[in-house]
């Protein structure tokens, strides 16, 4: 039986969530001309949903999107707005030539029900992760099924979605798990070199992806941050230190279960910030961090539980499971310590 997810209804306030999806049979299919147009797709349905992108990493046969959903407006867009974001999406089903066209059938026939109803189905699109994330992933099938002559779906079931706390340690951290995959899968040393990430995109210049980071940084110290380059210089010290390698343990042979940043790298980008207070280490648990549900701390976490209390089983009695491994005091709604490696 399909899970119900947990979305912060669109009325009640904005909600930061770690998206998730694969590719069908896992198939490596991202090359860069693929990366390059999901990564147009992805910030065109950005500002026609209305939601914002944090940070994201594409991999070969995956991706991840860090995504605020904000609060959804009392007032609706008008005629000229929704128009002015129809324009902006290439190749869409629905062109803004198309929908204007469709405007003057209704008022032709003096129908100005059908008119507004008409518009409704593009406002219920806005400011809603599924309909992101569906219009997303729909418009990058379209476009790579033609390219390749091929029929059918392209994604493996349908996306995985966990609620985080967006503020505090609890954003950050999902932030620098999310950026430090193509470190994990052995493809570069730093994460800067990968340009197919929220960081990665930010360390060459996007405006952006350097905003993301900016907003996720300041959340994190609830402070705001100047300039996205005092912003950057504190997520890359984050992203080092969460990154070293031997955070998730050796084999019986010694050898590290997953690569991560040497300790020698990881010393140099602390030195290059002076003298700092040491930042506590925090491992990357991959299973907390695609299947916890609900993320951050521990009140976030009961009041997610409690908001939501029909998803989980009977039994349970209280919402927020302590994140084992790590040194920050975070708590999820799901308890997963077995296998965790997976």
Same mark, same amino acid.
């Given at each position: 039986?399909? %899970?119900?997810?947990?979305?912060?209804?669109?009325?009640?306030?904005?909600?930061?969530?770690?998206?998730?999806? #694969?590719?069908? &049979?896992?198939?490596?299919?991202?090359?860069?001309?693929?990366?390059?147009?999901? +990564? #147009?797709?992805?910030?065109?349905?950005? $500002?026609?949903?209305?939601?914002?992108?944090?940070?994201?990493?594409?991999?070969?046969?995956?991706?991840?999107?860090?995504?605020?959903?904000? %609060?959804?407006? !009392?007032?609706?867009?008008?005629?000229?707005?929704?128009?002015?974001?129809?324009? #902006?999406?290439?190749?869409?089903?629905?062109?803004?030539?198309?929908?204007?066209?469709?405007?003057?059938?209704?008022?032709?026939? !003096?129908?100005?029900?059908?008119?507004?109803?008409?518009?409704? $189905?593009?406002?219920?699109?806005?400011?809603?992760?599924?309909?992101?994330?569906?219009?997303?992933? $729909?418009?990058?099938? %379209?476009?790579?099924?033609? !390219?390749?002559?091929?029929?059918?779906?392209?994604?493996?079931?349908?996306?995985?979605?966990? +609620?985080?706390?967006?503020?505090?340690?609890?954003?950050?951290?999902?932030?620098?798990?999310?950026?430090?995959?193509?470190?994990?899968?052995?493809?570069?040393? &730093?994460?800067?070199?990968?340009?197919?990430?929220?960081?990665?995109?930010?360390?060459?210049?996007?405006?952006?992806?350097?905003?993301?980071?900016?907003?996720?940084?300041?959340?994190?110290?609830?402070?705001?941050?100047?300039?996205?380059?005092?912003?950057?210089?504190?997520?890359? =010290?984050?992203?080092?230190? %969460?990154?070293?390698?031997?955070?998730?343990?050796? &084999?019986?042979?010694?050898?590290? =279960?997953?690569?991560?940043?040497?300790?020698?790298?990881?010393?140099?980008?602390?030195?290059?910030?002076?003298? +700092?207070?040491?930042?506590?280490?925090?491992?990357?648990?991959?299973?907390?961090?695609?299947?916890?549900?609900?993320?951050?701390?521990?009140?976030?976490?009961?009041?997610?539980?409690?908001?939501?209390?029909?998803?989980?089983?009977?039994?349970?009695?209280?919402?927020?499971?302590?994140?084992?491994?790590?040194?920050?005091?975070?708590?999820?709604?799901?308890? =997963?310590?077995?296998?965790?490696?997976?």
């Amino acid at each position: 039986m399909r %899970q119900a997810r947990i979305k912060i209804p669109s009325g009640d306030g904005p909600g930061v969530y770690h998206c998730v999806s #694969r590719v069908v &049979d896992r198939r490596f299919i991202f090359g860069v001309t693929e990366m390059e147009m999901f +990564l #147009r797709f992805m910030r065109e349905y950005e $500002q026609f949903c209305g939601v914002r992108v944090l940070t994201y990493c594409l991999m070969s046969n995956h991706f991840h999107v860090l995504l605020e959903v904000p %609060q959804r407006p !009392k007032i609706m867009p008008d005629v000229e707005e929704i128009m002015n974001r129809l324009s #902006r999406l290439s190749g869409a089903a629905i062109s803004e030539e198309k929908a204007r066209k469709m405007l003057a059938m209704f008022e032709a026939a !003096k129908d100005p029900r059908g008119g507004a109803e008409y518009l409704e $189905q593009f406002c219920n699109r806005m400011w809603d992760l599924s309909s992101f994330v569906k219009l997303l992933k $729909q418009r990058f099938t %379209q476009w790579f099924n033609r !390219k390749s002559g091929r029929k059918g779906t392209l994604w493996e079931d349908r996306f995985k979605s966990i +609620l985080v706390e967006g503020e505090g340690d609890a954003l950050m951290t999902m932030a620098a798990y999310i950026d430090l995959n193509p470190v994990r899968a052995g493809l570069v040393n &730093d994460p800067a070199e990968y340009r197919w990430s929220g960081y990665g995109e930010a360390m060459a210049g996007r405006r952006g992806a350097k905003e993301g980071l900016r907003e996720i940084m300041a959340r994190a110290s609830r402070a705001t941050l100047t300039t996205a380059t005092e912003a950057l210089k504190a997520y890359r =010290l984050r992203v080092f230190t %969460q990154g070293e390698e031997g955070k998730e343990g050796t &084999d019986e042979a010694g050898v590290y =279960l997953r690569p991560g940043i040497s300790r020698d790298a990881v010393l140099a980008v602390v030195n290059a910030k002076g003298r +700092l207070p040491a930042i506590e280490y925090v491992r990357c648990r991959v299973r907390y961090f695609c299947d916890g549900a609900v993320i951050g701390s521990r009140k976030f976490v009961e009041n997610a539980f409690g908001r939501f209390r029909s998803l989980f089983g009977e039994r349970r009695k209280s919402g927020a499971r302590r994140m084992r491994g790590l040194n920050e005091e975070l708590y999820s709604a799901r308890d =997963l310590r077995v296998r965790v490696f997976e």
